[in-house]
């Protein structure tokens, strides 16, 4: 889907077309000023931008080049994350979530701030539309942020399930 959405970069603002997630910043106001942006992650996949309110917000792989460049012009911070969102999302792959895969997620997790509680707690709330995604991409792999966004697009917030697991 992301590959629909088109960014233009001028010299102190990009431009948002066809973005794909609604509830977005850029749907309202499409442009985005270099004053709003707190870093840029231009080799994550897909590149991200951090706002300074928090939000992320994702550009095509074809456009990692020119934001690397705005970024380095406008002399916005690349920071590279640890993506911990594969691994709040692994109990919903395509396979099967051992005990030695949940200690290892536990283990990163905790590595980063995330305590057991906190990643349940966010299980639980993604586990319908993910479980429903996850159905029909058969991602054995990888779930990312981007995934679940796309995943909120894709499912009403309510899929009926008669059972809730436990992470």
Partial sequence: MIDRSEVHFADTVMMFAHYPFRAASVISDPTLHTS???????????????????????????DEPLLAEFAERNGIPVVHRPDVWPRLLEPFLDTEWTGDSQRSARELLLDVGIEPGEARAVRLRVWRIMRAFNAIMWDEWNLSLYDLLLASTWFPTRIRRKHRPEF
């Fill in 36 to 62: 709003q942006i707190r870093d840029v992650d231009p080799t994550s996949c897909p590149p991200e931008i951090c706002t300074v309110d928090g939000e992320t917000l994702f550009v095509a792989k074809a």
